[in-house]
């Protein structure tokens, strides 16, 4: 039997908040205004502490899994997600070592055949967000798809490897920009907004089903439009006032951010679902423009009479679920 082949997709360091030292801002080569008062300097020993903490913890982390693999009877190679940019291929594990953010990442690398297996490198502690809850915010990261800690990664992994713990397949949309496909899916949500959040976005909209038929035209002028899978539900939309889906489910939720003035005709059109049949073309109406695909990362910038087609219409991705999620996939 050929041995298994993995990679081990890692979450840089980089995006730690680097260590403030006191004499920062007298030693930079750029004038600065006056420096900040001392105590509005980040040198509160418990803040650092905890910076330099979550800094351990996840390369604690990235030296366990790597230990676990050194010992499994597999090939492997590890790479950070900032040195990725082309598609992941010849392999039957990705392995991502973050938090979400990297699993999503890593998703926009790989088509419907290779699993994804997410590793929380730096879960919430409850007892330190408690203990420090009027000083700052301890919380770390949330790793709602992730299936594995440090502390259970080999199981995970051993089940996921042996075939007793299989992923789910789980839905991405789509997006065609002027008739062509736009080269990354999302798992998550996308947003089509201006790129400045402070101006108006405006946009028309209908939902248009295979047979043809469609909705009446809606005009727009909000903040823009967000668009999620059930996976992402939980994620910015329900943070908007959406609702969390079935995972299992392949319709995909949108909602109009911010609406300005929305007729009664159109208001039960503004936040609905756009199901597997159909599609969401949208009209661009501003000078500027951008789509923003799982988050900041990824974008594409669009302009005046632009079209988007936005449906579920995309290559599914397998990824192994934490226990929690999958007794309520359905």
């Known amino acids: 039997m050929a041995r ?6 890692l979450k840089p360091f980089d995006v730690f908040p680097p260590r403030p030292y006191a004499g920062a801002a007298a030693s930079s080569p750029t004038p600065a205004l006056s420096p900040p008062p001392p105590e509005l300097r980040a040198t509160n020993p418990k803040i650092l502490s905890y910076l330099d903490d979550r800094c351990r913890v996840h390369k604690d982390t990235i030296d366990l899994c790597q230990s676990v693999l050194q010992r499994k009877s597999v090939d492997w190679i590890s790479v950070q997600r900032n040195h990725l940019s082309q598609p992941i291929r010849d392999v039957d ?4 070592v ?5 699993l999503l990442r890593a998703s926009h690398f790989l088509d419907s055949s290779v699993p994804i297996l997410g590793v929380n490198s730096d879960p ?3 007892k330190e967000v408690d203990e420090l809850t009027d000083e700052f915010d301890a919380r770390r990261s949330t790793g709602y798809l992730c299936a594995a800690t440090a502390g259970n990664f080999e199981q995970i992994l051993d089940a996921t490897l042996d075939g007793t713990r299989c992923p789910m397949e789980l839905s991405r949309i789509s997006v065609k920009l002027n008739g062509i496909q736009l080269p990354t899916y999302a798992l998550n949500d996308i947003l089509v907004s201006h790129p400045c959040p402070a101006s108006v976005s405006r946009f028309s909209f209908r939902k248009i089903i295979n047979t043809g038929e469609s909705s009446h035209l809606i005009n727009c002028r909000s903040s823009g439009l967000r668009v999620s899978t059930a996976a992402g539900s939980t994620a910015a939309m329900l943070s908007a006032g959406g609702f ?3 995972l299992s489910s392949r319709e995909l939720q949108y909602m109009i951010r911010e609406p300005i003035s929305p007729t009664d005709a159109d208001k039960p059109l503004l936040h609905g679902l756009v199901k597997p049949e ?3 073309l949208v009209v661009w109406y501003n000078q500027e423009g951008a789509v923003y695909v799982d988050g900041s ?3 594409h910038s669009i302009q005046h009479g ?14 192994v679920l934490p226990e929690h999620l999958l007794k309520n996939a359905s």
Do not use: W, Y
């Open 278 to 280: 159909q599609h969401m």
């Open 306 to 319: 632009d079209t988007l087609e936005i449906s579920s219409n995309a290559p599914t991705l397998k990824v």
């Open 244 to 246: 969390v889906m079935a």
């Open 124 to 126: 919430t502690c409850p």
């Open 4 to 9: 298994r082949r993995v990679l081990l997709f």
């Open 98 to 102: 973050g938090g979400d953010g990297t």
């Open 93 to 96: 594990l990705v392995i991502a």
């Open 297 to 299: 990362h990824v974008v």
